[in-house]
């Protein structure tokens, strides 16, 4: 029996793979991100990993709550979303865990998603986020206002949230123009 030598039989496997693979193409494509297409709009991919999670706009929309409301001709609209119910940021995020950022962004959808409801008027400016102050059993994230002119106006919106991420109040108040 005729034994090929090793070295011989290397060289005729690569000659075969060029003579093969002569005139095909490659492309490699490599997205990184850190990205959560439950919670943001992400480039590379959209298929959200939570199994818990539900869709993004049934996890942030405003659907069963009582709406307290004063008008005052001096201070001018105050308002609070009171009992609302069903939304959390474990319900939206799949995660029972959370901090400040997570509460953060699940205001913002919130807001988002329910901008007829909350957000201002183009010629009243927009909610823009301060800050988020977690003590003991609650979390508040706090919005300012910002005139049509991007600057600083009165007027706040504040998410109040439970130990657990659960939505307890949205208080919003917008002064007389």
């Known amino acids: 029996m005729l034994r090929i030598p090793t070295a011989l039989a290397q060289i005729v496997l ?14 490699v494509a490599l997205c990184v991100e850190d990205c959560d297409p439950c919670v943001t709009q992400c480039i590379c991919h959209h298929t959200c990993q939570h199994p818990n999670a539900a869709g993004f706009e049934d996890s942030h929309r405003l659907v069963a709550f009582e709406l307290l409301q004063a008008v005052n001709a001096a201070q001018g609209v105050q308002q609070t979303f009171a009992w609302i119910d069903g939304l959390s940021v474990a319900r939206a995020t799949g995660h029972s865990e959370f901090g400040a950022r997570e509460l953060r962004e699940f205001a913002e959808g919130v807001l988002g998603v329910n901008r007829g409801l909350l957000g201002l008027s183009p010629e009243l400016g927009r909610w823009e986020f301060s800050a988020t102050d977690v003590a003991g059993d609650f979390a508040l994230v706090s919005f300012t206002r910002v005139d049509a002119a991007e600057n600083p106006a009165e007027g706040s919106l504040e998410f109040v949230f439970d130990a657990r991420g659960k939505l307890v109040e949205i208080d919003r108040a917008i002064p007389n123009s």
Not at 16 to 25: C, E, I, K, M, Y
């Open 14 to 27: 690569a000659i075969g793979s060029v003579v093969l693979f002569h005139g095909s193409s490659c492309s």
